[in-house]
Each structure stands twice: as structure tokens, then as C-alpha cells.
T-cell receptor
Framework: RKEVEQDPGPFNVPEGATVAFNCTYSNSASQSFFWYRQDCRKEPKLLMSVYSSGNEDGRFTAQLNRASQYISLLIRDSKLSDSATYLC???????????FGQGTRLTINP | NAGVTQTPKFRVLKTGQSMTLLCAQD?????MYWYRQDPGMGLRLIHYSVGEGTTAKGEVPDGYNVSRLKKQNFLLGLESAAPSQTSVYFCASSYGKGSNTGELFFGEGSRLTVL
């Protein structure tokens, strides 16, 4: 089983819609969680961290469910510029490295 | 405003040739990483370094070697390239222990094709 798993998509949604992705992780010792965004043929960039209490940054909301070992990303009022691949990232306690999911590809259509 | 710089950005090799990818960061980061990215596989960690003079194996280290002789540089070597090493390679750096923000700063990537 992969350490971090995501639905690869692609997700095609109309502009203005709300879309949500989930990501599951296998190691219960995982301590830190993040969402990265990667545009086509570009490098990944940090979108937001995921905190235990959930957190929001504008149109983006991230949630963590430790009991079920998954994190989620919700995008409201989606924009054309939100089209990208979204990578779920997990940091396991004591390990000095981050593990990436394979990414979920999102396309926002006009 | 350089951040993380990778060279070269593109390279075509023949099977059996060797090459070195250079990563340089100007942010005084302790940790540096080399990832490869393949379709449907996501980013996989090859090797990483938690400080000058130290390196460690990641998820897919076979066929690669690394060196971190200077804090700002992290080199990835392919001694005898194979077609399976055709990929996009990303270098990244982070602040390191005690600053577990999870924010990696990536270079723009190096596209390697092995024929």
C-alpha cells in the first residue's frame, strides 16, 4: 500500500463550482500534512498546511481526520486559474523527509 | 532572487553515459532533496541531505549517487544512465530540523531523456 494515496482524477468542473479532494495516508505516526499545487510543467509550490482543527485560506479549506487517516481540500467558487495538479504531502514524525501523493489533476472549465 | 537553481534544465543521454545534475540554493537551508517525477507516480524521493557532508537514501536511490560537499550545493550523479531513468528531476531545499513547516522550495526541474 502506498504511504499517501490520492484520486488522480482528472476532475473537470465548471467555473464557480465547489470541488473537494481527499487524500489518505497509511502511517499513523504522520505528524504534518500539506497541500501543494503544481502547474503544468512547473515545480510544486506549497498551497497550505493542514492543521488538526482545520484551516481556511480564502476560498481554500483544508481538513484533517486523524481517526480515518485522511486529509481533504475544498475549493469554493473555483476560478480558471485553479486549474492545476494538487499534491497531498505527509511528514512522518522523526523522518526528515516529506512523502508526496501522486496528485489530483483539476481542470476548471469556463 | 534565485532560490533553488538546477542545471542543466534539459539533457539527452545515451544508455551507459554518465552525468551530474547540479542543485544550488542561496537561502542557507540545511536540508536538500532530489526527487524524480514520472507520470502516474508522483514525486519520489531519490536521496536527501540534512546538512553539509551528510546524505541519506530515499525511496528510489538505486542507480544514483549524491554529494553535499558545500551547504549550498547538492549534486545528483548518474554513473551509467538507463532508459528507466528518463524522468523529470526536481531538487528542493528546506530550513530543516526545528522548523518543520513542510515548506519545500523547488527548483524548476531538469528533464532527462535516456535513449
Amino acid at each position: 500500500r502506498k504511504e499517501v494515496e490520492q484520486d488522480p482524477g482528472p476532475f473537470n468542473v465548471p467555473e464557480g463550482a465547489t470541488v473537494a479532494f481527499n487524500c489518505t495516508y497509511s502511517n499513523s505516526a504522520s505528524q504534518s500534512f500539506f497541500w501543494y499545487r503544481q502547474d503544468c510543467r512547473k515545480e510544486p509550490k506549497l498551497l497550505m498546511s493542514v492543521y488538526s482543527s482545520g484551516n481556511e485560506d480564502g476560498r481554500f479549506t483544508a481538513q484533517l481526520n486523524r481517526a480515518s487517516q485522511y486529509i481533504s481540500l475544498l475549493i469554493r467558487d473555483s476560478k480558471l486559474s485553479d486549474s492545476a495538479t494538487y499534491l497531498c504531502v505527509v511528514n512522518i514524525q522523526g523522518a526528515q523527509k516529506l512523502v508526496f501523493g501522486q496528485g489530483t489533476r483539476l481542470t476548471i472549465n469556463p | 532572487n534565485a532560490g533553488v537553481t538546477q542545471t542543466p534544465k534539459f539533457r539527452v543521454l545515451k544508455t551507459g553515459q554518465s552525468m551530474t545534475l547540479l542543485c544550488a540554493q542561496d537561502m542557507n537551508h540545511e536540508y536538500m532533496y532530489w526527487y524524480r517525477q514520472d507520470p502516474g507516480m508522483g514525486l519520489r524521493l531519490i536521496h536527501y541531505s540534512v546538512g553539509e557532508g551528510t546524505t541519506a537514501k530515499g525511496e528510489v536511490p538505486d542507480g544514483y549517487n549524491v554529494s553535499r560537499l558545500k551547504k549550498q550545493n547538492f549534486l545528483l550523479g548518474l554513473e551509467s544512465a538507463a532508459p528507466s531513468q528518463t524522468s523529470v528531476y526536481f531538487c528542493a531545499s528546506s530550513y530543516g530540523k526545528g522548523s518543520n513547516t513542510g515548506e519545500l522550495f523547488f527548483g524548476e526541474g531538469s528533464r532527462l531523456t535516456v535513449l
